[in-house]
T-cell receptor, first 114, second 116 residues
Framework: ETGVTQTPRHLVMGMTNKKSLKCEQH?????MYWYKQSAKKPLELMFV???????ENNSVPSRFSPECPNSSHLFLHLHTLQPEDSALYLC?????????????FGEGSWLTVV | QKEVEQDPGPLSVPEGAIVSLNCTYS??????FMWYRQYSRKGPELLMY????GNKEDGRFTAQVDKSSKYISLFIRDSQPSDSATYLC????????????????FGQGTILTVHP
């Protein structure tokens, strides 16, 4: 069982839909992240939350809206997406107070925009 | 120029072979180096973690970092079909005060197939 749980695992949505991805970490970490993984491209960092505060927004379009209600939960709200947004969206967590960057990923949510 | 370069492969080897996976990078501020393994349709799992230059061994896996050459490697000895996966290198610089927040820069990943 992974310490980072993502739901749903698969999502198909139209360009006018609104949906949300959910992430929960059971590792006691205080930092959470959203990464995007597209075919033939490196993992791209989207958002960073440290102690529930957003500390990084890596020039992500506003059609992606993150929410971090507490240090264990992270959401990614999606609206008016484009087909090129189809990708694997990975949630991750780490203990931000330590030196280094050992981050742990969830299984990912496969998103298809039609 | 990409910050991290990794040959995407694919790489196909027979069972029992020694596998060498490599990444080069351009940012001299990188101090933390990781290798992740990602099975098909799964999330990446942390395989090896090293700080600065040197070697680290864990079972059949050895990670090497050469900061002077900006080059990192992962060696897999006695490779098994279960090692078939995509291997991602990742690295980061230390943040202020010696901490950082998971701002990893990833390579593209190398697809490895170990055939029986």
């Amino acid at each position: 069982e992974t310490g980072v749980t993502q739901t749903p695992r698969h999502l198909v949505m139209g360009m006018t839909n609104k949906k949300s991805l959910k992430c929960e970490q059971h590792l006691g970490h205080n930092a959470m992240y959203w990464y995007k993984q597209s075919a033939k491209k490196p993992l791209e960092l989207m958002f960073v939350y440290n102690f529930k505060e957003q500390t990084e927004n890596n020039s992500v379009p506003s059609r992606f809206s993150p929410e971090c209600p507490n240090s264990s939960h992270l959401f990614l709200h999606l609206h008016t997406l484009q087909p090129e947004d189809s990708a694997l969206y990975l949630c991750a967590s780490s203990q931000a107070s330590q030196s280094g960057n050992t981050i742990y990923f969830g299984e990912g949510s496969w998103l298809t925009v039609v | 120029q990409k910050e991290v370069e990794q040959d995407p492969g694919p790489l196909s080897v027979p069972e029992g072979a020694i596998v060498s996976l490599n990444c080069t990078y351009s940012n001299s501020a990188f101090q933390y180096f990781m290798w992740y393994r990602q099975y098909s349709r799964k999330g990446p799992e942390l395989l090896m973690y090293t700080y600065s230059s040197g070697n680290k061994e864990d079972g059949r896996f050895t990670a090497q970092v050469d900061k002077s050459s900006k080059y990192i490697s992962l060696f897999i000895r006695d490779s098994q079909p279960s090692d078939s996966a995509t291997y991602l290198c990742a690295m980061s610089a230390a943040g202020a005060g010696g901490t950082s927040y998971g701002k990893l820069t990833f390579g593209q990943g190398t697809i490895l197939t170990v055939h029986p």
